[in-house]
């Protein structure tokens, strides 16, 4: 099985540099570069196209399906992780939000079962990808396209990697040792029950 993985295009929160929310929209470089994606993608054999129900996954992967010719799965078990309502849509460098951040990254160090509001925690969201890895692993497709977060898509590979043995620590460690682009190509291949990383952030071929 493989299992190419797409971030959404350029947003206008990636433009301005604040906390995500889930109406946040693509800007027209977002849609160029989707295009783009779409005629690279055109030469891959695709069974399957699954996205997240965002409106900036579900732009882009409409503007890929139409290249393609496939219809669209949405699933929440690709959706973004959801941040503290009280500071969506906030710069990210607004006083409010470092300390939201760092209050998060210190009490979810000791109990990452801790909830500031109404976020997804750490082991919310490590849930949420064991669910898609199982979800994912039972389609019959062979060449699945999965559109959705960076967030999310860096979440999946450190769990197909570690399983139960990826702590809070390791996960941002390995968040921000990582990189992934807008609308650049991941892709991760299962053989004998177990997956590996074939590419990561390719945006210049597929792999």
Partial sequence: MKLYFVRHGETNSNLQKSVVSFNDQLTELGRKQAQELAER???????VMI???HKRT???AEIIARKINKDVQETTLLGEKKWP???EGKLLKDPE???VF???KERNNTDPNWHYS????FLDIKKRAKLFIKYVSELPAKNILAVSHEYLIKMVIATMML????????FRNFFYFTLLNNTSLTLCEKEMDAWKLITLNDQQRLG
């Fill in 51 to 53: 996205a997240s129900p």
């Fill in 85 to 87: 309502s009280e500071i």
């Fill in 58 to 60: 579900k732009e882009t």
């Fill in 163 to 170: 399983d139960d043995q990826l702590s809070y620590e390791i």
């Fill in 41 to 47: 993608i055109a030469h891959v054999s695709i069974d």
């Fill in 97 to 99: 939000v470092e300390k």
């Fill in 102 to 104: 760092d209050l998060l």
């Fill in 118 to 121: 109404d976020e997804e925690n």
